[in-house]
């Protein structure tokens, strides 16, 4: 993606070796390439809501007559509102520009040169690029053959300059949350564990671990209203902080970051909670059907989850992983592939709705 103007620029050095986030492939790029046109294609590669805004979230955005106006910085309503739903006092809260931007806020308010995070793959990549920007680094410690997080070697890891412990919980792409018991050992560390809640409404814990914020100098929850809340979007995502971590980090957040389209869809969807949670519930009764549904490829293994999206692994030698995409992407079916090496023989699929899963069954019916 870099081009040649790096010869001709100085830019800061851990920017020429960043490690790049590479997004799930849009709409428009997937249809480019394939020749399928956008309405014809099934987007099961980025865990969006294929419900999208309630009805009552559409008209507020449609109504609104301020869209000249900068937001309100305070975000007095939708802290409120927020407050009420996470049973956490205003203070806590801060509102972001979707919740990648508090990842790179926090990552840049806790890392210089030479520092080390810990991140537990598989997981979210954007942990680790936003890592090499700041010039820290990555130590990984694997997560067990389960994907359970490896407290042990976690804590067997750390160093002195050991600044953050990233775990998401759910976590992408695996889909299984962490014990509270592993958060507890983990606090203990005295380091900042961040835990990122993007799926915890999926969850059969939807509250997350927003009721251990207010005990420890040392938690962070990041939660957004992409994936559950269908406003992917709009970007709007918040984190709950220890006060003290929260005014630092609203000193380093440019204003305005949170349009008011973001504010009005937010505060609307808090307001008609039970239309939205509607949905999530339509998701995870899906999910079920999606899991069974791949349990019964014999050439897949798909892992439980409690996110909006199933982790599955390629396990027939003779089933290639090219040739599923092919036949899955000829019936304008995108999913998620992996890079990484250990990663080729696992695909992600996002729970769509009933009549995606039918189609993917078809395409799945098609693999030799
Ligand atoms: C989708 C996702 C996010 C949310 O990002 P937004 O910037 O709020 O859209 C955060 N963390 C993980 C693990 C995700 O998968």
Redesign the pocket.
Known sequence: MYTTSRHHVSVRPELESMAEYLPGESLEAFSARTGIPIHCIIKLN??ESPYGPGPSVLKALGDCKNYNHYPDSDATVLRVALSAYTGLEGSHIVL??????L?NLLWHIFLSVGDNIICCPP??L?YTSITSFCGASVIEVPRTTRYEIDVEHILAALTSSTKLIVI?SP??PTGNPIAESDVLALLESGRIVVI?E??VEFSRRPGGFAHLVPHYPNLVI??????WAGL?GL???YGLFPVSIANYILRAQCPFEVNVAGHIAAIETLAHLECVLADVQRIVQERERLFDVLNNQSYLTPYPSQGNFIFARLDDVEVKIEQVRAIVEEHGILLRYFQKPSMRNFLRVTVGLPEHTDKLVEALARVP
């Open positions: 980025s865990n972001s520009h979707g919740s990648s931007e990842i997981t979210f954007l998401c976590n992408n990122d993007a799926y990041l939660r957004s209203f992409s994936k992917a970007r709007i995502g």
